[in-house]
């Protein structure tokens, strides 16, 4: 079945340093692909999406590519910051009706 | 974005009661909820979908007898777990969708049965 797999953390890195999240997908479809945020004691944000192959969706400096050719859709940022501590979930969608596959979520820390 | 709020956010319950999370929009009309689990270092499971005024549809392997879904009004659906066992425990998260664009999700509820 369908289904996502990301790295596993925690990762931690320094401020300023580049950030890149690995997720990869099986599908028997065309998904929609997304990036979900959790900050401590909050609920999953939506961080990023992108809806079909090619297309790079970006928000507060992230960024991730849909690449059908290696069933992609690593999450990338060039320099992070402490506030972007948190835990990052890669998910796919195979409709509109907001049904999500998750991956199992990275935690990211970042050090001053 | 839309809140959505999900209570409580942890509770410890014993073996053999029954415990129930509530997941909320505050601020939207939610016309579908979805309900999900978390075990330690694994993915979020979708275990079910709930439309306001009808029943549940239950994801493969997910027992509707334990884990009951009441959908009752646009801002409020329950899941209540009966007869909780330590294999229960988890992370429960709910999501809600209205009229925009995206599903927003809850804080989440830590329960751990002893």
């Known amino acids: 079945g369908d289904s996502v797999t990301q790295m596993e953390g925690p990762v931690t890195l320094s401020e300023e340093a580049f950030l890149t999240i690995n997720c990869t997908y099986t599908a028997t479809g065309y998904p929609s692909l997304f990036w979900y945020v959790q900050y401590p004691g909050e609920g999953l944000q939506l961080l990023l999406k992108?809806?079909?192959?090619?297309d790079k969706g970006s928000n507060k400096g992230f960024e991730a590519t849909y690449r059908k050719e290696t069933t992609s859709f690593h999450l990338e940022k060039g320099s992070v910051q402490v506030s972007d501590s948190a835990v990052y979930f890669c998910?796919?969608?195979?409709?509109?009706?907001?049904?999500?596959?998750f991956g199992s979520g990275t935690r990211l820390l970042v050090r001053p | 974005g839309a809140v959505v709020s999900q209570h409580p956010s942890r509770v410890i319950c014993k073996s053999g009661t029954s415990v129930k999370i509530e997941c909320r929009s505050l601020d939207f009309q939610a016309t579908t909820m979805f309900w999900y689990r978390q075990f330690p270092k694994q993915s979020l499971m979708l275990m079910a979908t709930?439309?306001?005024?009808?029943?549940?549809?239950?994801e493969q392997g997910v027992e509707k007898d334990k884990f009951l879904i009441n959908h009752a009004s646009l801002t409020l659906s329950t899941l209540t777990v009966t007869s909780a066992h330590p294999e229960d425990s988890s992370f429960y998260i709910c999501?809600?969708?209205?009229?925009?664009?995206?599903?927003?999700f809850g804080q989440g509820t830590r329960l751990t049965v002893v």
């Open positions: 709930s439309n306001e005024g009808s029943k549940a549809t239950y």
């Open positions: 999501s809600a969708a209205g009229d925009a664009s995206e599903a927003f």
């Open positions: 998910a796919l969608g195979m409709d509109s009706s907001y049904k999500l596959i």
């Open positions: 992108a809806t079909k192959a090619d």
